[in-house]
């Protein structure tokens, strides 16, 4: 059984710093792309970063200079590094992974085929 376990979210200042993690088991997703997203109450979810295998990172404009994402195949782990948190950036924080081998920037949820179940992200003013 495929899956993917958030961790690492809780309640933050403003311009504190979080590290969120996501465990893949059941299969590798060493050529898969992988990605974060976030949905905040009565929001869609919204993109926040994604990385190919070995490809460059891409950030959504709201978090880019300050969220690092980054992966280690050898655990089969996802990193979402979150320095100089916003309110604005309180919201569920998911990730997610392609089934195949995908190359470019998938930036939509519906390209995605795998989902964790969500970890909170609470920054206080």
């Known amino acids: 059984q495929v899956q993917l376990l958030e961790s690492g979210g809780g309640l933050v200042q403003a311009g504190g710093s979080l590290r969120l993690s996501c465990a893949a088991s059941?299969?590798?997703?060493?050529?898969?792309?992988m990605g974060w997203f976030r949905q905040a109450p009565g929001k869609e979810r919204e993109f926040v970063a994604t990385m190919e295998n070995g490809g460059s990172p891409y950030y959504a404009d709201s978090v880019k200079g300050r969220f690092t994402i980054s992966r280690d195949n050898a655990k089969n782990t996802l990193y979402l590094q979150m320095n100089s948190l916003k309110p604005e950036d309180t919201a569920v924080y998911y990730c997610?992974?392609?089934?195949?081998?995908?190359?470019?920037?998938?930036?939509?949820?519906?390209?995605?085929?795998?989902w964790g179940q969500g970890t909170q992200v609470t920054v206080s003013s």
């Open positions: 059941g299969r590798t997703f060493s050529g898969s792309v």
């Open positions: 997610a992974a392609t089934a195949r081998v995908r190359v470019g920037v998938l930036k939509a949820p519906y390209q995605y085929d795998y």
